[in-house]
Nanobody, 127 residues
């Protein structure tokens, strides 16, 4: 599976961006997909995830109510709609997919559970 993330850029605080992650390769629809981010000098952290069927989603607390993860199986693409962006959302955002089913919030949050990673897309939020 190859993942290509896009949609990052420079945005003012309070603005919006939509990230996309296009997948190619094996059966996309069966894979759980996640978004992680890494700010300078910090570890990569979980942002949001969606199950293979799209029926289960998880978010880290700091983005709940502001970010929405979704997937379009026909387009083999997962999205992260980011609204009300804050300075602290500045980071490189990575999409990832898991080769095996994930169960429970802790699994979806665990970057070690993901087998494939995109190259990252930079989101910069300015004041």
């Amino acid at each position: 599976v190859q993942l290509q993330a896009s949609g990052g850029g420079l945005v003012q605080a309070g603005g919006s961006l939509r990230l996309s992650c296009a997948a190619s390769g094996r059966t996309f629809s069966t894979y759980a997909m996640g978004w992680f981010r890494q700010a300078p000098g910090k570890e990569r952290e979980f942002v949001a995830a969606i199950s293979g069927g799209g029926g289960t989603v998880y978010y880290t607390d700091s983005v709940k109510g502001r970010f929405t993860i979704s997937r379009d199986t026909a387009r083999n693409t997962v999205y992260l709609q980011m609204n009300s962006l804050r300075l602290e959302d500045t980071a490189v955002y990575y999409c990832a997919s898991a080769r095996t089913p994930l169960w429970g919030k802790r699994s979806f949050e665990d970057r070690g559970k993901y087998d494939y990673w995109g190259q990252g897309t930079l989101v910069t939020v300015s004041s």
